[in-house]
């Protein structure tokens, strides 16, 4: 059974929903995939940091995100903060050895995603995005109907992801509906358009420029 020690960055909502699902992961499936090792937790509010830290058991706490991921004792580095973001913190990640497991989308560019796959390729170390949607059954169906040609020859696609989450009028206006949000929501279609085209395969690793 191997420890995996993981280093948060971003202690927000969505870092919390990654260090739940890893509990859950080993909760559904054993230990045999590893145990997590909650040992890191970097945000730039201390506050929420601190916060991450007493609710999901984080041992250290940072206000630098660059010193959890050059830090020896960091296997994975869990990046949940706001997308702008994610190139900066990946690639320094991998830069320094370090196993990257990243909120969708990797980057805000292809181009930065190739070079992210490549330097993950180079440096021998596993570079996964959070696709989780492609795993769910009804969309595997969909796919499995597109390849086996029993909706013919398909012409066009059209992607829409759909929310309900902002339909309140009360809520405040934040990043993740600017601009950067919609890399975001865009990602899902094309992965998801491309998945079912075969044009890959559902795992979510990326550590190859295609």
Not at 45 to 72: C, M, Y
Request: charged share 25%; hydrophobic share 35%.
């Amino acid at each position: 059974m191997k420890e995996i020690r993981i280093g948060l960055v971003g202690a927000g909502w969505m870092g919390k929903a990654h260090s739940s699902a890893f509990l859950d992961a080993q909760m559904l499936f054993g230990p045999d995939y590893g145990t997590a090792v909650f040992e890191m937790v970097a945000d730039t509010n201390e506050a929420s940091a601190k916060e991450a830290q007493h609710k999901i058991g984080f041992q250290r706490v940072t206000t630098d995100w660059k010193e959890l991921v050059t830090d020896p004792d960091i296997d994975l580095v869990d990046i949940a903060t706001p997308n702008a973001f994610h190139y900066e913190v990946a690639k320094a990640a991998l830069e320094n050895g370090k196993n990257v497991y990243c909120e969708k989308p990797l980057s805000i560019s292809p181009e930065e995603s190739k070079e992210l796959a490549q330097l993950a390729k180079e440096k021998g170390v596993i570079n996964y995005v959070g696709f989780n949607n492609t795993m769910n059954p009804a969309n595997a169906y969909v796919r499995e109907l597109v390849q086996s040609g029993r909706l013919g020859k398909i012409m066009r696609f059209t992607g829409t992801y759909d929310q309900d989450q902002l339909l309140d009028e009360s809520l405040p206006i934040i990043w993740s509906i600017r601009r950067s949000w919609f890399s975001s929501v865009k990602c899902f279609s094309v992965y998801y358009g491309r998945y079912c085209r075969s044009q890959c395969d559902g795992d979510n690793r990326i550590s190859k420029a295609t």
